[in-house]
């Protein structure tokens, strides 16, 4: 440097970056290979045979059920729906092999008959799904005459009705009036509102129809009567009395009625005892026999009485 060149001087300034430094980062946490607790619980509940079938069911049905909701949420798809079920209700039906065309009634007689389809009242054809085969039956075996009936559908569109119709036994004569019942005593039909195939022989009194089977029994252990028996008539619901065509009776016991008119039948087979002049003739004591004479028998009987006490009193005279 010479002496005449000017002095400079030098001066050491710091220079600072205009461009601002980074942060040194801090230092990496180390990974932890070990799930979070969410994560575990998360897996956990998926390899849940249960919760996975739920999701693969429930899901699909829940969304399905919503649909639905959301559809009979209108009253006027309601109604539609139940019209159209009820149209191809009415199609399966009507269809040909469900139509019955014929009815047929077995085991009744004719007045039966015509009770029976009255009462059914079925305006053919008419479809299978239409009849309701037990009220049928029900309302067949109201009436009096039936005992039981069956009704079956078969093939070919026929109704088959079985009757087990009610056999009279028996006229059964109340203030009510006569009526016809069965063995079982019970109402068949009233009298003279069908016909008899045979004629009936004939009860009176309350309580006869509980034991038609006893006054048929001695019915038929009368029968050497013949036509010469009236009826019977139940006394006091406890015994018989039997009636003759003549008005006379015979008044059986309680218990042992069959063998008391055997007895009676056999003295009438030794003495015609039931053809005299006789109201009654008394069995309801067992050890007794009672025999009670008309009016007419017991005059002639006194006067025959006093004739003979006459001709007795000549007799002594003389």
Known sequence: ????????????TSVRSI???????????????????????????????????????????????????????DETRIAGLFEAAYEIRREVENRPEFRVNVLGIDGASEDVTEEVRAALALDL????????????????????????????????????VRIDERV????????????????????????????????LPLLGGEGANLVVPEALDLIEAAEILGDRVHGLVRMGERRWDVVLTNGTRI???????????????????????????????????????????????IDELQRMRALAAERSDEDQRG
């Open 19 to 73: 461009i601002p430094r980074r942060a040194a980062p801090a230092p990496a946490t180390p990974h932890d290979p070990a799930p979070s607790k969410l994560s575990y619980r998360v897996t956990r509940l998926w390899l849940t045979p249960i919760f996975r079938k739920a999701l693969r069911i429930g899901i699909p049905l829940f969304a399905l059920f919503a649909a639905v909701a959301w559809y009979l949420s």
């Open 1 to 12: 440097m010479t002496p005449d060149a000017p002095h400079l001087q030098i001066q050491r």
């Open 168 to 199: 009279p036994a028996a006229l059964w004569l109340t203030h009510e009036g006569l009526s016809i019942v069965d063995e079982e005593g019970h109402f068949v039909a009233g009298f003279g509102t069908r016909e008899l195939d045979a004629p």
């Open 251 to 297: 008044l059986l016991p309680e218990a042992g009625a069959p063998a008391a008119l055997d007895r009676v039948l056999a003295l009438h087979d030794v003495g015609e005892i039931l053809s005299r002049d006789v109201t009654a003739v008394d069995l309801r004591n067992p050890g007794r026999l009672t025999v009670r004479l008309t009016d007419e028998a």
């Open 125 to 160: 054809p008419i479809s299978s799904f239409d009849l309701d085969l037990d009220a049928l039956r029900g309302r067949l075996e109201a009436l009096p005459p039936v005992r039981a009936a069956d009704l079956r559908i078969q093939s070919g569109g026929y109704l088959a």
